[in-house]
């Protein structure tokens, strides 16, 4: 599925079989409209032309026209005009089913290859024959490879339909995940697609990858594969763009071509909003102002109505709404909200069981399907107190829909920009670990490996402070530097991050020990590996921690991006985002958290903060392995 974030393997696929299917082609002009952005003038047989578009680490696709070129081209772009201007296109390939497609060029006696990576930040290479690189977009030095001039261009792409039918059933019988999450990291299908895989060949998403039928489970991947490169029926759908229709998808709009389709939804670049707003007239602020407030009192209606509805259906369905309820709160004093999910997940027969889709544990809530309508019900609290909520919040828009038109009736007098006069944080000596501070202002810091953990004991860990960990295999050695009373705070930083997080986990159990219960001696026979500690004694445990992460940004006293537990961090920031164990490796996870962060603050302000609120600064605060960004 293609988003606004980028395309996936599975979708260059599509694109690369429907781009060489136009072969031969010639190379036109060559352009590049911002530092991320190329086009590609192609001529065909019988004078056809097409204009390739490609946004390094998001998007590649043919498109209707192109946005506006700068009237000097880049260095970049003359480069690859002086060499690839003219030539013939032999072919057009993927790697695997990585998100990196080659273009091979003949030009008189030699062949040149233009790669183009759509992974994280994303590059365009050319590189000779023999792929040494002649020139990349952007310089990279990476720990298994390099990305620059006459460094040789290496990238192994994974392909698991080139694997025999013995070589697949071992990969599956090999993992140790259930198959959904094998095909969408093993197969880097994704998943969406995976889950697709999984309903064409009749398998539960959440059984082993060790247990299922290996061959049922092949047919259904060789057989969307083969729709992709030649059945495409390519549509876009509220959830994305796709070559194919994938089960569940509502159809919104179709298109002839997957170009097309794409060209239709992602938005316009720089160069192309510039040549529209040339033709649009210009509004003065008031106007624009106006305009704003008048979407926003349509939100506002939508909203009300929204929750007006979710209000009629609750009392419509209240008998068995407050059965649900009284079923679950009991349940969730004995078990944990893993073994509650199992349970309902094993248990579709039941018609209560049937109406929960979706279990959130850190808020001790589920979405219950009433009529068609996704209701989340809080199940500690009673039905009457789960219709309060939903009453306030139809209060809070009515009073914001007022205050709107209100402010409509008043005339909006230009405001003169201010210029913002912030102080970035200030870098300290904890900010290497893992940190947070409490909500009563106590700092909390925790290993990102192992020779961190050594550290953190070795060096840093004092007789009153506290030592806190997961009770899992693999994690952050936690350091308390004092006392807290919000060691809720600190257990659910210790699960969140530890390998229950990548395990996909969504509770966890944690322990504190005293400094001097924690030792690195074994017993005579025994080995301690490294970052790993021996703690003898009674701990203090903390059951069925919810894993969870916030990340936010901070303005007072200093502007930072800072993460931690939702309550340590919601204290202190005006923006935040919530994260929860998912799909979403950690580079992507961070993109998508500074997307997010992003578009809760008005634009002129996020610009002035390009220094703060980055990629890389959010990274710090993203656990290890996958993720998602929970729902507001």
């Known amino acids: 599925m293609a988003t606004l974030q980028g395309m996936s393997g599975v979708d260059l696929r ?60 880049p260095s970049f772009a003359m480069l690859l005009r002086k060499h690839l201007e003219g030539g013939k296109v032999l072919g057009i390939r993927q790697f695997g089913i990585e998100r990196t497609v080659c273009i091979d060029v003949g030009k008189r006696d030699t ?10 930040e994303g590059n365009a290479v ?62 880097m299908l994704g998943g969406a697609y995976a889950e697709e895989v999984c309903r064409m060949a009749g398998v539960d998403k959440s059984a082993a990858a060790a247990d299922v039928d290996a061959a049922a489970i092949r047919a259904s991947f060789d057989r969307l594969m083969a729709d992709v490169a030649g059945s495409r029926d390519p549509v876009i759908t509220r959830s994305g763009c796709w070559p194919v229709v994938l089960g569940g998808e509502v159809v919104r709009e179709r298109f002839a071509t997957f170009s097309e389709a794409l060209d239709a939804f992602y938005p316009k670049t720089a160069g192309e909003k510039e040549k529209a707003a040339a033709e649009k007239p210009r509004l003065s602020q008031d106007e624009v102002i106006r305009r704003r407030q008048a979407e926003a009192i349509k939100g506002f209606e939508k909203k009300i109505e929204t929750n007006g509805r979710v209000v009629e259906v609750l009392y419509e369905n ?113 900010h290497r670990f893992r940190w947070f501070t409490t909500t009563d202002g106590v700092l909390v810091i925790g290993g990102r490996d192992a020779s961190q953990n050594e550290d953190l004991v070795k060096k840093y860990m004092e007789g009153k402070d506290l030592f806190v960990h997961a009770d899992v295999h693999g994690g952050s050695v936690v350091i308390v530097k004092g006392t ?68 936010g940004l901070a303005m007072e006293p200093e502007v930072a991006v800072i993460g931690g537990p939702s309550g340590a961090v919601a204290a202190r920031t005006g923006v935040r985002v919530e994260l929860r164990p998912g799909q979403f490796e950690p580079n992507d996870t961070a993109r998508k958290v500074v997307r997010a962060l992003r578009e809760k603050l008005p634009e002129d302000e996020w610009k002035g903060l390009k220094n703060a609120l980055n990629t890389e600064s959010v990274a710090a605060f993203v656990p290890p392995g996958g993720s998602d960004i929970a729902e507001p």
Not at 54 to 71: D, L, Q
Not at 111 to 120: A, H, K, W
Not at 510 to 532: F, I, L
Request: charged share 25%.
């Open 111 to 120: 062949t040149y290859r233009l790669i183009f990576e759509l992974f994280d």
């Open 318 to 430: 209240y008998a068995p709404v407050a059965g649900i309820i009284a079923t679950l709160d009991a349940a969730s004093k004995n078990r944990s909200w893993q073994e509650i999910e199992g349970i309902l997940k094993g248990n579709r027969e039941n018609a209560a069981a049937k109406m929960i889709r979706a279990v959130h544990p850190a808020e001790a809530a589920v979405e219950v399907d009433l009529a068609g309508e996704r209701v989340k019900v809080y199940v500690h609290e009673t039905i009457e107190q789960n219709i309060g909520r939903y009453y306030d919040q139809i209060k809070k828009f009515k009073k914001k829909k007022a205050g709107a038109l209100a402010a409509m009736e008043r005339t909006v007098p230009e405001k003169p920009r201010r210029k913002q006069n912030l102080a970035l944080q200030k870098k300290r000596w904890y």
């Open 14 to 73: 599509a694109l690369v079989a429907e781009a060489a299917v136009r072969l031969p082609l010639w190379v036109g002009k060559i352009y590049q409209f911002d530092a991320k952005t190329l086009g590609i003038r192609l001529n065909g047989e019988d004078r056809a032309k097409y204009q390739l578009l490609v946004e390094t680490g998001r998007r590649a696709h043919f498109t209707a026209e192109f946005p506006v070129p700068p009237k000097n081209p």
């Open 484 to 551: 807290t009373v919000h060691l809720d705070e600190v257990a659910q930083f210790a699960a969140s991050y530890s390998n229950a997080w990548k395990a996909g986990h969504f509770t966890a159990d944690v322990y504190a020990a005293r400094p001097d219960q924690v030792s690195k001696t074994p017993e005579s026979g025994e080995y301690v590996a490294r970052g790993a500690f021996i703690v003898r004694g009674e701990r203090q445990y903390f059951r069925n921690v919810p894993l969870g992460v916030a990340i």
């Open 126 to 187: 050319l590189c000779d024959e023999g792929y040494t690189i002649v020139k990349p977009l952007w310089h990279h030095r990476f720990k298994t490879r390099e990305v620059v001039p006459g460094a040789v261009y290496t990238f192994d792409g994974t392909d698991c339909s080139t694997l025999s039918p013995d070589g697949f059933g071992a990969m599956l019988a090999g993992s140790d995940r259930d198959i959904v999450r094998t095909l969408a990291v093993g197969c």
